[in-house]
């Protein structure tokens, strides 16, 4: 498999993080100035969070789906399959998952290539063919590939600290806010600014990835149209399920390879392109693979 850099990717990837910790810098400066504590409880915080989020992100998001690791007795066509793609990419072949969930769709999560899962729900294996199947895999594979996988999922735990802060900054910092001072209040503010600018960061950096793992995806499979098909079948599947199944799942959009989402409001701030337009995209590339 000939495999070419994406470094538009990289350079997004570069500026996001980039933008977001110089963003925290001031964030944590501001929550040390106006909320007290000192410099030190905001670093032991905001450095507890951050090596539990590394650490130990594949096994706080696959629990967080419901998921768990299966082994090669219980879906032996699925592992088949994620051996013979990871042997394709060049990647370690990281742990397999499952999440028994109607809705279909996967995801790939942790830290690096060596410690990775890629996760696929009952509802993705009764919906695609082996092919589409395959095609989502190497999707998913793309994704650790290119290692957007460990900036997003960094960047997602920044997001998380500033909404934290946001929901609950009343509650932690109410005395200070009864004996008149206006510290809280400032915080919670500055708080809800850098969620915003973080919310808009990680969106752009995520519609840009998706593009980038299905050409990787269709790279690896060499079947462009397996992809594109997969997608337009998980994308009518959805459709067809009712708002409430979805609810729970949705705080995962941005490792979906399809969002969950519904309506106008939905579709805009999605953390993914438009399925028409990756469809499209992937039609383009099946021309070039072809001559045409």
């Not at 570069?14 to 910790?21: D, K």
């Not at 409880?41 to 539990?52: D, E, R």
């Not at 009864?178 to 708080?191: D, E, F, L, P, W």
Request: net charge neutral.
């Amino acid at each position: 498999m000939q495999w070419k850099t994406d470094w538009g990717l990289r350079l997004r990837m570069f500026v996001t993080m980039f933008l977001l910790f110089a963003l925290y810098i001031v964030f944590a400066a501001v929550l040390v100035s106006y909320i007290g504590g000192g410099i030190l409880m905001i670093a032991v915080l905001f450095g507890g969070f951050s090596l539990t989020q590394y650490f130990f992100s594949d096994r706080l998001t696959l629990w967080s789906m419901g998921a768990s690791e299966v082994s090669e007795d219980e879906y032996p066509e699925l592992h088949a399959a994620v051996s013979r793609l990871s042997q394709q990419a060049d990647l370690p072949k990281p742990t397999v998952a499952v999440a028994d969930d109607r809705v279909p769709n996967a995801f790939a999560t942790g830290r690096s290539q060596r410690k990775a899962a890629v996760c696929v729900t009952t509802g993705l294996l009764r919906t695609l063919d082996q092919d589409e199947l395959e095609g989502v895999i190497a999707h998913e594979l793309a994704h650790i590939k290119n290692r957007d996988m460990t900036v997003m999922t960094l960047a997602s735990f920044l997001s998380t600290i500033a909404f934290i802060v946001v929901r609950w900054g009343a509650f932690f910092g109410g005395g200070q806010r009864r004996n008149g001072g206006g510290g809280v209040i400032v915080a919670i503010g500055v708080s809800l600014v850098v969620w915003i600018i973080s919310y808009v960061l990680i969106r752009a950096l995520s519609r840009y990835r998706e593009y980038a793992a299905d050409r990787g995806g269709a790279t690896i499979t060499g079947q462009p149209s397996a992809l594109a098909n997969a997608l337009l079948k998980i994308s009518g599947e959805m459709d067809n399920i009712p708002t409430r199944d979805m609810r729970d799942e949705a705080e995962m959009n941005a490792f979906f390879v399809i969002p969950i989402s519904k309506g106008m409001i939905s579709r805009l701030f999605s953390t993914h392109p438009p399925t028409e337009k990756r469809v499209e995209r992937l039609r383009d590339l099946e021309r070039q693979m072809e001559g045409y």
